[in-house]
């Protein structure tokens, strides 16, 4: 026999086929129930696009209330547009209200049994066009703390997870399918205080990970940092989905430099900006774009902490990666009406800034995605106004983030009618810390990086605010 065939008959019978592992006859046979033609009609419909490769589309739950102790059976109804290559698994977090992390499915399930590194039928293995109705079968705790927990699921490979285009999200890859009612009575709640504020724990890239600012957000890196979840209303600092836009923010530092990863959901990316000579009218004095009366993701940075609103400073990068920068003395001082200078434009952070459109720029007759900012900002930048650089472990910056149309916008940590976007009293609290503080017994704040919504609202959009400040 020849060489050649030998190897075909060892590959055939290992169930490889173009060096990819295929689902046996066997399991294909005991799971044939699980591959369908169409949704079942009495399934909730959902539509969560990962990729334009996998969507979510519908889900059931049974019993509607699960009391703690109680046996819970969901089913996810996956349809593959497009066939994943090996090694693509699917997830699941169960995060029960008042508990730290969340609890882990990924491996529950018919579908989800192991088959070497991959599900016996998981979506590596899926066809194009058909159904999957995956089932889990799990039993609530008996020590629930709140009326609800929130089922997450998801398709990931190593650190990595497929990106969550469209549909119900927590701004961390994580398809929302159910808030699962338990029969707890809600605590009574408490009314926000005026001064209270976001936080997040920001962790200190290791000795061998890089960022390569390309505007993908994309690194290794970026998957196990904390995110700030969707951005809410600046007024009230809840869901409002009557915005069209919103965003999530991520940070991560070394000892040269703070990076910045904000993804921005909008579904008319609009750029907008040529040259001040085309357009006088928008463009400020010291020759920047006016980028805030028009598209742009916003970073407000208080590098002392103290959120008096001495020495901040301002970064707006919009989808075209046109930039407006400043540093400012107080609160919007120094300032010039109506075409600035605003602050100190002439501040010069040298950073590196990356931006990707998904979708098209300045095109309304079509829908886009998004657009994600990546930036590098040396740490020298902020020497005006830091107590120290870089920042120790445990020390404390304010930042804010904003998703702007229009001189309006979402935010990480809402303002509640107490200035405008400039407000440093209002911006969130960032703590700066490694894995060896953390490992010290240090509070970590902001809980396990993996969980995102670091002490932000998991919400969808908010409404606009016009006067963001200018």
Not at 71 to 76: C, D, F, L, P, S
Not at 420 to 433: E, I, L, Q, T
Request: with cysteine; hydrophobic share 35%.
């Amino acid at each position: 026999m020849k060489a050649s065939s030998i190897v075909l008959l060892v590959l055939l019978a290992a169930g490889c086929v173009g060096g990819k592992q295929q689902i046996s006859a066997e399991d294909k046979a005991k799971l044939a129930a699980n591959i369908l033609d169409a949704v079942p009609p009495d399934a909730k419909k959902t539509d969560v696009n990962f990729e334009n490769k996998v969507h979510l589309v519908g889900y059931k739950i049974e019993p509607e209330i699960a009391g703690p102790g109680a046996q819970v059976k969901a089913t996810y109804y996956w349809r593959c547009d497009e066939p994943l290559e090996e090694g693509w698994r699917l997830f699941t977090h169960l995060q029960h209200e008042g508990f730290d992390r969340h609890e882990g499915l990924d491996g529950v399930g018919p579908l989800r049994e192991a088959r070497g590194n991959s599900q016996v039928l998981g979506p590596d293995r899926w066809e194009r066009g058909k159904i999957y109705a995956d089932e889990q079968t799990f039993t609530m705790p008996k020590e629930l703390k709140g009326p609800d927990s929130l089922l997450y699921v998801g398709i990931f490979k190593g650190d990595a997870r497929l990106t969550i285009r469209s549909g119900p999200n927590d701004g961390d890859n994580r398809a929302i399918v159910a808030k699962l009612k338990t029969g707890i009575a809600p605590k009574p709640e408490q009314k926000r205080g005026v001064n209270d504020v976001p936080e997040l724990d920001v962790m200190k890239l290791g000795a061998n990970e890089k960022i390569v600012i390309d505007g993908n957000g994309n690194d290794k890196a970026w998957g196990g940092a904390a995110s700030t979840g969707p951005f809410v209303d600046v007024g009230t600092g809840k869901p409002n989905t009557s915005f069209p836009i919103n965003g999530s923010a991520k940070l991560l530092y070394d000892d040269e430099n703070l990076y910045v990863l904000i993804t921005v959901s909008d579904p008319d990316v609009v750029g907008y900006f040529t040259t001040k000579e085309e357009q006088p009218k928008d463009w400020t004095a010291g020759g920047q774009p006016m980028t805030w009366n028009r598209h742009t993701a916003e970073i407000m940075i208080d590098p002392d902490g103290d959120g008096d609103n001495v020495n901040y400073y301002e970064i707006q990068i919009n989808p075209q990666n046109k930039v407006f920068k400043s540093q400012f003395d107080g609160y919007n001082k120094p300032k010039v009406e109506p075409q600035g200078p605003f602050g100190h434009e002439d501040w010069d952070p040298k950073m590196k800034t990356q931006v990707v459109v998904k979708g098209t720029i300045d095109n309304p007759a079509d829908k886009d995605e998004g657009y994600t900012v990546e930036a590098q900002i040396p740490w020298k930048a902020f020497e005006k106004g830091a107590k120290e650089l870089p920042p120790k472990p445990g020390g404390t910056w304010r930042f804010n983030f904003y998703a702007m149309a229009n001189n309006g916008g979402v935010a990480w940590s809402p303002i509640l009618g107490q200035g405008n976007f400039h407000k440093a009293s209002r911006f969130g609290r960032v703590r700066w810390v490694t894995k060896d503080f953390l490992a010290l017994g240090a509070d970590a704040g902001a809980g396990d990086a993996g969980l995102a919504d670091a002490g932000a609202a998991k919400a969808d959009a908010g409404a606009t605010v016009k006067d963001a400040g200018k």
